[in-house]
């Protein structure tokens, strides 16, 4: 990926496409990340996570799984997910260069949030595409 200039009305733009197809469905906190742990832009409750931090462990989680996905004979695992006691937590490849993480309670059924990321990855890849 060459060098990505996110302007505020892109980031309000990607932020706009989180808070309706995500944060809309009950989801508690969505981040677009780039494959180097950066965050591109977040939506929802950020209040006590450290997002910077949360981004750079994703992208390091993703690597780690794609090294695993080698040992096995695949080319990738586009997506990971994590349950905890009341968090739950889903990446999702998003393109070649992004990754969504999006955190969601029990409230939420997992599949409900598959679906919404599957049908917003090529809104936030065009959107990301623009010039």
Same mark, same amino acid.
């Given at each position: 990926?060459?060098?990505?200039?996110?302007?505020?009305?892109? &980031?309000? @733009?990607?932020?706009?496409?989180?808070?309706? @197809?995500?944060?809309?469905?009950?989801?508690?906190? &969505?981040?677009?990340?780039?494959?180097?742990?950066?965050?591109?832009?977040?939506?929802?409750?950020?209040?006590?996570?450290?997002?910077?931090?949360?981004?750079?462990? &994703?992208?390091?989680?993703?690597?780690?799984? &794609?090294?695993?996905?080698?040992?096995?004979?695949? =080319?990738?695992?586009?997506?990971?997910?994590?349950?905890?006691?009341?968090?739950?937590?889903?990446?999702?490849?998003?393109?070649?260069?992004?990754?969504?993480?999006?955190?969601?309670?029990?409230?939420?059924?997992?599949?409900?949030?598959?679906?919404?990321?599957? @049908?917003?990855?090529? =809104?936030?890849?065009?959107?990301?595409?623009?010039?």
């Amino acid at each position: 990926m060459g060098t990505m200039i996110v302007t505020d009305e892109k &980031a309000r @733009q990607l932020k706009e496409v989180l808070d309706r @197809q995500l944060l809309a469905i009950g989801v508690s906190l &969505a981040i677009l990340i780039d494959e180097a742990g950066n965050v591109i832009v977040s939506a929802g409750n950020v209040n006590g996570v450290d997002t910077t931090s949360l981004a750079a462990l &994703a992208a390091a989680n993703f690597g780690a799984t &794609a090294q695993i996905a080698k040992l096995l004979g695949e =080319e990738d695992f586009s997506i990971l997910y994590h349950k905890g006691k009341k968090d739950n937590i889903h990446f999702s490849k998003i393109g070649m260069d992004f990754i969504l993480v999006t955190v969601f309670t029990d409230d939420i059924p997992l599949g409900l949030v598959r679906l919404r990321v599957s @049908q917003v990855a090529q =809104e936030l890849l065009d959107l990301l595409a623009e010039n």
